[in-house]
């Protein structure tokens, strides 16, 4: 099972970055992807989660508006777009494979079985 991150970078505040996250060794069919993030000093917030089967979606309060997840099951990538990046943005954002998105404990982590790597996001003032 692996979940690879990538196109995390420097980007100016206002600015936006896509990022991805691939898939191997299970399918969407198995987990939903959900998308966490960690700053210096800071406990791990659930950004946003998608349920790729269906396409249903969940966003963290914080992210609402700014942010937008999708799936390509062809290629077995979720994407997030971040739009308005904001200095309090800059973080390294994991991937995860999540039983729990959309369910009462969704954008916890108490129920992601596997983690990516991570990628970072710095956001200049």
């Known amino acids: 099972v692996q979940l690879v991150e990538s196109g995390g970078g420097l980007v100016q505040a206002g600015g936006s970055l896509r990022l991805s996250c691939t898939i191997s060794?299970?399918?969407?069919?198995?987990?939903?992807i959900a998308w966490f993030r960690q700053a210096p000093g800071k406990e791990r917030e659930g950004v946003s989660c998608?349920?790729?089967?269906?396409?249903?979606?969940d966003y963290g309060d914080s992210v609402k508006g700014r942010f937008t997840i999708s799936s390509d099951r062809t290629s077995n990538t979720v994407y997030l777009q971040m739009t308005s990046l904001q200095p309090e943005d800059t973080a390294v954002y994991y991937c995860?494979?999540?039983?729990?998105?959309?369910?009462?404990?969704?954008?916890?982590?108490?129920?992601?079985?596997?983690w990516g790597r991570g990628t970072q996001v710095t956001v200049s003032s």
């Open positions: 995860a494979a999540d039983r729990a998105c959309l369910t009462p404990y969704s954008l916890k982590d108490y129920y992601v079985d596997y």
């Open positions: 998608i349920v790729a089967t269906d396409g249903t979606t």
């Open positions: 060794g299970f399918t969407f069919n198995d987990y939903a």
